[in-house]
């Protein structure tokens, strides 16, 4: 064998044996995964579709638990889940595009498409940004519309015309989170294009996309229309001692006469449409390049604390595993979180049709992925301590947040930096389980004298340590 043929020999004999052990690494990793969420479900109720992808390469695919809860009928890797606020990055793609095409500009302002609201000096910009100032709508709709009927974005336009409640704060001030002000933006994107805000996507995004299994779908309610194998949200009953639709709970039926609006919510999809869309924006296939760069950048500081940012319809953030580009969505019902690592081109793709914590439970696979520590969910048994072990425990811990620790009675309590409070139940003399169902836990170390000197928090498997002050 000459030279140059022994050395492609080992390149090649290298590279098989590169590819092999990368191949058991993902089927390690594929195998913690697969442990965490069987987990999640038997522990703390999770069911959902889960997609885990790499270089846009699926690692880890797998569905667990019911699309209907009634019937019994099972998830599987096709089930259209409703995405709520992880629509929003949808309806901002929708607007970039008639801006790459000419037909409007982010500094257009609110009143040039709808001059009969109130609301000065609001531009496209200040509504992607969530900087507008708009006041609420949902809470507007609750107090003025007859609950028998429907509402849709014209209704809700016109009540915000009728009304003409005040701006929150001035326009560009500060960023708060507005679904007004993405509701408007669909609107808008009727208006500008001459077609429903169903249509528009459906055509320009969802088609091009090959989002097969993807639409704007908010009529079950309205129109009695059904999707095959769709995901029907529940939420927990405790007096029933099960899950039920929410349109079948007295204080969430808003979810029936708010079931028109669109917007803010309402794109229908599953998990290997999600990659599909996640592949585009990474890659800028609708976009201009320097277009997607805008939507992916820094534009609202959110969050002073843990410096998070806001794009257009995207969270921008920098975690212990890098940068982070997500959004989660919430509605009665459902618990989404679409993310991607951009540093190491991970995607993390979390539905859940039973309000789970998907944010929570794409955390901990993120750290699955990383090699890193995660606590595997396990059940939680309540025991007695001595309350006077308690006491040495009490006090202020903190790393970049800070949280408060309580003596309440025989319990502790944890006081977090924002005023709320979570009942901790003992397991062990160190050890403490929040009380409200959720994989969430605290683990103290104590000095030679007994006193709590740290205190682990650990949330969906995820420690973060904490230091008593």
Known sequence: MNNTKLKLFFAVLILGFLTCKQSDQFNSKAALMDEFLTAQSK???????????????IVFQKSYGYADFDTKRMLDDSSVFELASVSK???ATGILLLMDKGKLKLTDSLRQYFPELPYSNITIYHMLTHTSGLPDYMEVVMQNWD??????NNDVIQILAKEKLPVVFKPGLKWEYSN????ILASIIEKVSGQSFKDYMAAHVFQPLGMTNTRIYNTRRSLKDTIPNYAYGYVYNDSLVKYILPDNDPSQNFVIYMDGIQGD?????????LLKWDRAVKNHT??????QKEMLKGQSLSDTLNESYYGFGVAISKTDLGNLISHSGGWPGYSTFLARNPDIDQ?????????ANSPGISNGLQHIMAGKEVVMPYEHKEITVDSMSLEPLTGIYKDKNEVKIERDGNALKMVLSNGQTRALLAESADKFFYNDGSDRQVEFKRDDSGKGISVAVINHGVKTVLIKK
Do not use: H, P, R
Not at 43 to 57: C, D, P, R, T
Not at 147 to 152: E, I, L
Not at 347 to 355: D, G
């Open 43 to 57: 522990y703390f109720k999770f069911n959902g579709n889960i997609l885990v992808a790499e270089n846009g390469e």
């Open 347 to 355: 995607t993390f793709i979390v539905l859940s049709n039973n309000n």
């Open 265 to 273: 919510g309402i794109v229908n999809s599953t998990t290997g449409d």
């Open 180 to 183: 007004t002000a993405y509701m």
């Open 147 to 152: 609950k028998n009927k429907v509402a849709f």
């Open 89 to 91: 990055q949808f309806t």
């Open 286 to 291: 609708l976009l201009a390049e320097s277009t």
